[in-house]
């Protein structure tokens, strides 16, 4: 759990209490907390960009052979070149 300044909590805490009190909101009204300022449609964008990541990234964790392909796809073979010298290797590439 993140740790969060007294000062803060008592923000947060004013804030659903102001929420709380205010009533529910009209329907179309919803998408204006995101929109109606300045750089709202980039928030937008950044909020429906980010939660459909998230419900893809489940997706593909409940698709089996996704979720198993780590055991399924053997490992790559490493270079021939890798066990020769390491620095012979290096000294070639920096110096072209």
């Given amino acids: 759990m993140r740790y969060t300044p007294p000062r803060s909590r ?3 805490a004013h804030r659903r209490l102001r ?3 205010t009533g529910p909101r009209p329907r179309g009204d919803r998408g204006q907390q995101y929109t109606s300022r ?3 449609g980039a928030a937008a964008v950044l909020l429906a960009s980010g939660v459909l ?6 997706l593909g964790l409940r698709y089996r052979p996704l979720r198993h392909l780590e055991d399924v ?3 790559a073979a490493p270079p021939p070149e890798s ?6 290797i290096q000294a070639k ?4």
């Fill in 10 to 12: 008592a923000a947060t």
């Fill in 19 to 21: 929420m709380a009190g």
């Fill in 38 to 40: 300045p750089g709202g």
């Fill in 53 to 58: 990541l998230v419900v893809w990234g489940l």
């Fill in 73 to 75: 796809v053997p490992d």
């Fill in 83 to 88: 066990a020769a010298d390491l620095d012979a």
């Fill in 93 to 96: 590439v920096l110096n072209g």
